[in-house]
């Protein structure tokens, strides 16, 4: 059988979903189910994963002809990657011989060729098989026609974004008023650099929850954050897209003290406050005037994620001798909050698996995750086809 509500196969009932879908002061969350069910997560792979814009990296850290960053994004092996013209791919990272992956982590293809390190084939930049030993006597191989898949991306304000669905809305239209709030920073003209990367045991919706809203400072960040910066000021915008932001203006209405000056045409709002945003699924940032914070998820499965956090300095750090002491010293005033969060977030993820949760209830300090929640079921309660045909 097949009714309405259970046609999207997600096993949320009519009730559960219309609590999630009440306005704000009526909201509660999404069933604990959705952050552990292995079924949730094989459909999130094929109604949010493959069809929606996934961050992959920022542009300054592929910066010549073949340096490439390999990602993993829920189970797709892919690689972003500098061609010879200075031109952005985004390729599939897995090798068309015996499917192992090409690349690891980040780095420079040598020699500008991707070379396979199980048999040796070799492709070109631009993902073209160009030589394959021992296959002389295989026949009908026709290695011109050979080339690794290479998938739609766009670069957001110096973020690589990745699209599996050659239909898909482009970001920038679907971002489009929120743009004057991020234009002023100009990630495009900074340099990424990583700072802390850690596997968590949780679903990756927790930690994309956590890190939108302000609530839980005054609990979590006691002695950190909530210093300078109480989440009682936090003002929550009205996003229209995919995506989700706060601001915490420094306490005293005064321009934050920052650990490398801001661009000089920073407009004086933006001096003045911290703007923390999601776009989703799952790309997060935490941007005060000068060194804003960005995090990646290499999302596993459906309990384990690795969060990788970069900073961004301005343009040139590279080449400053001791740039990753700096690095290191940015990142230690930022670990104890990190800590902080990883603290309340493993308690998290082990209270969604009893049996005896309900969905709680939202204060108006969670606005983002009420929009998180209602984009997530905007794509998760499609028509499950296939299942109806067999019912
Ligand atoms: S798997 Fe790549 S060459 Fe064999
Ligand atoms: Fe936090």
Known sequence: MSSVSQSHGTGLTAAQIAAVRAPLSRA????????????????????????????????????EPGSFVSRQLAGEAIMALRGREGEIRVMSNVCRHRNTTLVDGEGQCKGNRIICPYHGWTYGLDG???????MDQAEDFARRE????EFRHEVWHGFVFVNFDADAQSLAEQMVEFEPLVAPYRYEDMEAFEM?????????KI????????????????????KGFPAALAEYLDAN??????????????????FTPPHADMPDAFLRRVMVFNVYPYMHAL????????????IKNENEHELVWHVLLPKGSSQKPDILDDVKLFGSF??????????VCTGVGRGVQSRFVTQGRLSHMEKPLHQFHNWWLDHMLVENSERIAAE
């Open 241 to 258: 897209g995919p995506y989700s932001a706060f601001f915490l203006p420094e306490e005293k209405g005064e321009h934050i003290k920052t």
């Open 146 to 149: 050979i080339k690794l898949p």
């Open 334 to 343: 930022i670990e104890p909050v990190l800590l902080e969060d990883i603290s």
């Open 287 to 298: 941007t005060d005037p000068a060194t804003p914070i960005f995090l990646d998820f290499n």
């Open 28 to 63: 509660s969350l999404l069933p604990a189910t959705v952050y552990s069910d292995p079924e949730i997560f094989r459909l999130e792979k094929e109604r949010i994963f493959a069809r929606t814009w996934l961050p992959v990296c920022h542009i300054s850290q592929i910066r």
């Open 128 to 134: 073209q098989l160009l030589a394959a030993p021992f």
């Open 207 to 226: 930690s994309l929850e956590n890190f939108s809203e302000a609530y839980h400072q005054p609990w979590v960040h006691t002695n950190t954050a909530e």
């Open 196 to 204: 802390r990367r850690s596997t968590v045991p949780w679903n990756w």
